[in-house]
Each structure stands twice: as structure tokens, then as C-alpha cells.
């Protein structure tokens, strides 16, 4: 268990529709990414966030984005979803913003959009 | 920007067997290397890391890898594989900088399976 949890673990939905997920980073870590797993683009950076602040953009689409909040969970929100935007979807954080830090991956959200 | 190969996407290897996990990487600036592990329905765990000094990094499962910067290389090998090694590894890299982006770039993994 890496400390860092993620919800739902399962998400099925329909194209055009909205998401939120969610994710908790393990406790003291002030640094939250988000990475997308599918089997044509395989593990891409998607955004991270420090502190509640927007640290770096990735391969992030406009139709999706996310925010950290005071308490350091944050969320990723999908919206006029695709079936190219089926994946599973990570959540990692860290202790710190720089690349020498560990980060520390959550068991993912599996999104199907239908 | 940063990127990474793995040249073997899939790697059959018998129980005891050595094996070696192939990546390269491609960068403008120094890196820190890491080698993560997937198994199945799971999260990525880091197995190993290289941020500086001693070229040779080891995990505590008997894995180690090695960083060639002339190569621009950090395969991963074990001396004698397991069943339970059977996995997915992804090798990645972040940058070492002062400030920007820190975020992995990936490889695209490479399938381990130990055949009994």
C-alpha cells in the first residue's frame, strides 16, 4: 500500500458525459500528479500540482483539468468524454517538487466510456 | 523534454534465468533515473532509483541496474528470475532541474514473464 488512495476504482460512463476523480496523496506529501495508461499512448504526464498551485502541464486535453485543494486532495475532472478517453487514470505524489523525489502511485481509476 | 526507449516490449525468460531489461533515454539536460514495476491490476512501485554517485543501484528483491551516461543507458538485470517477478517494468526519467518541470517520462514497459 503506498499511502496514496484513489476514487472510484472503477468508473463506466457514457460519451458526451463528466467525471471527477479523485485522489488523496499519502499523508505529508505536498506535490500531487496526475498520469494517464492506455494501450496506444501508453504512461503519459498529464498535470501536477504543488501545494494548491499549478506546477506543470503535460499532454493534458482542454476538456479535462484538475485542482488541488486546501487539504491537498485533488481532483481531475473529465468532461465531454470520448471513447478515446477510456484508460486508467494515476494519481502519484510526492514530498517535495523535484525530480530526485520518489513518487508514490495510487492503485489508479479505470475509466470506460461507452 | 525528456524521453525514454525500451526496445523489448515483451520478455520471456525461464525460472532462474538471468535477464536484462533494455532502456535508453534522451535528454537536454541531467536526469534522475528510476525503474517502477506494474503488476497485474495494480499501481506502478518503484523498484530502483539513480539520482547520483555510485552508478550501480540495487533493490532489495535482487534487482540492480546500472547508469552509462555515454550510452545514455539504465538497463535493469537479475541474476536468477523468479515466478513472482512476472510483471510489467517501465523505466522512466525526470529532470534534474532547480525548477520547472519535474514530472516521469515513461517508456512504453516491457513485459517480463518467468516460464516455471
Known amino acids: 500500500d503506498s499511502g496514496v488512495t484513489q476514487t472510484p476504482k472503477h468508473l463506466i460512463t457514457a460519451t458526451g458525459q463528466r467525471v471527477t476523480l479523485r485522489c488523496s496523496p499519502r499523508?505529508?506529501?505536498?506535490?500531487v500528479y496526475w498520469y494517464q495508461q492506455s494501450l496506444d499512448q501508453g504512461l503519459q504526464f498529464l498535470i501536477q500540482?504543488?501545494?494548491?498551485?499549478?506546477?506543470a502541464k503535460g499532454n493534458i486535453l482542454e476538456r479535462f483539468s484538475a485542482q488541488q485543494f486546501p487539504d491537498l486532495h485533488s481532483e481531475l475532472n473529465l468532461s465531454s468524454l470520448e471513447l478515446g478517453d477510456s484508460a486508467l487514470y494515476f494519481c502519484?505524489?510526492?514530498?517535495?517538487?523535484?525530480?530526485?523525489?520518489?513518487?508514490?502511485f495510487g492503485p489508479g481509476t479505470r475509466l470506460t466510456v461507452t | 523534454a525528456q524521453s525514454v526507449t525500451q526496445l523489448d516490449s515483451q520478455v520471456p525468460v525461464f525460472e532462474e534465468a538471468p535477464v536484462e531489461l533494455r532502456c535508453n533515454y534522451s535528454?537536454?539536460?541531467?536526469?534522475?533515473l528510476f525503474w517502477y514495476v506494474q503488476y497485474p491490476n495494480q499501481g506502478l512501485q518503484l523498484l530502483l532509483k539513480?539520482?547520483?554517485?555510485?552508478?550501480l543501484v540495487e533493490s532489495i528483491n535482487g534487482f540492480e541496474a546500472e547508469f552509462n551516461k555515454s550510452q545514455t543507458s539504465f538497463h535493469l538485470r537479475k541474476p536468477s528470475v523468479h515466478i513472482s517477478d512476472t510483471a510489467e517494468y517501465f523505466c522512466?526519467?525526470?529532470?534534474?532541474?532547480?525548477?520547472?518541470?519535474?514530472?516521469?517520462?515513461f517508456g512504453t514497459g516491457t513485459r517480463l514473464t518467468v516460464i516455471p
Open positions: 535528454s537536454s539536460v541531467s536526469v534522475y
Open positions: 500540482y504543488y501545494n494548491g498551485e499549478e506546477r
Open positions: 499523508s505529508g506529501d505536498l506535490s
Open positions: 502519484a505524489s510526492s514530498v517535495g517538487d523535484r525530480g530526485s523525489y520518489e513518487q508514490y
Open positions: 522512466a526519467v525526470s529532470a534534474n532541474l532547480q525548477t520547472g518541470a519535474n514530472n516521469l517520462f
Open positions: 539513480y539520482l547520483s554517485g555510485s552508478t
